[in-house]
């Protein structure tokens, strides 16, 4: 699942991060995103994998997410958050077996609509808002042109390693994907 806000003033903001890896690797894979039962839109690749974007906006993220787990009867450990992060840079991305929310309210809203912090995440650097920038304004405001080609690797990256976590499992997607992006993608 990925998270962020429906809506074209949203599509391209830092919180979108999680949506733009979502969309793109489902692009990939030629899938199509349609209305969910709830308040969402999903896409399946097989029988094995669906792709869910909320359109509950970011803080009432969980509501979606808790519905989609139990419309398909998984549990919380074949969910990955897919999630904009302040505390890593932009250019990094992190995958994690489990974790807090770190501040991130709609995190936060998937912890506490599943009551457990234990699902893997993909963590998306966003870095620091600027000196007297707040975390609010930030996180809502576009990738700035300068960005954009960074953010593309990112997207690009962290696509393939969803798709090394399809077919490799999270262990071998960590060791390979926690690290600085290579030179050249």
């Not at 097989?46 to 419309?71: D, H, W, Y």
């Not at 077996?97 to 506490?112: A, E, F, N, T, Y």
Request: proline letters at 8%.
């Amino acid at each position: 699942m990925g998270l962020g806000n429906p809506g074209p003033p949203y599509q391209f903001t830092r919180h979108n991060f999680g949506f733009l890896v979502l969309e793109y690797w489902a692009k990939e894979k030629g899938l199509s995103f349609r209305k969910a039962p709830f308040a969402a839109e999903w896409a399946f690749l097989g029988r094995e994998i669906a792709l869910l974007k909320p359109l509950t906006f970011m803080n009432l993220s969980g509501t979606a997410v808790a519905c989609c787990l139990q419309e398909l009867g998984l549990p919380q450990e074949r969910l990955l958050l897919i999630h904009d992060d302040l505390d890593l840079p932009l250019g990094r991305i992190r995958f994690a077996p489990k974790g807090g929310s770190g501040g991130h309210r709609g995190v936060q809203s998937v912890i506490d609509a599943l009551g457990t912090k234990d699902f893997p995440r993909l963590r998306l650097g966003i870095g620091r808002p600027p000196q007297g920038v707040s975390v609010r304004d930030f996180v809502l405001s576009p990738f700035t042109e300068e960005e954009w080609p960074l953010v593309k690797k990112v997207i690009f990256w962290a696509s393939s390693g969803l798709e090394t976590l399809r077919t490799q499992g999270l262990q071998k997607t960590m060791s390979l994907f926690n690290r600085p992006l290579p030179e050249k993608i």
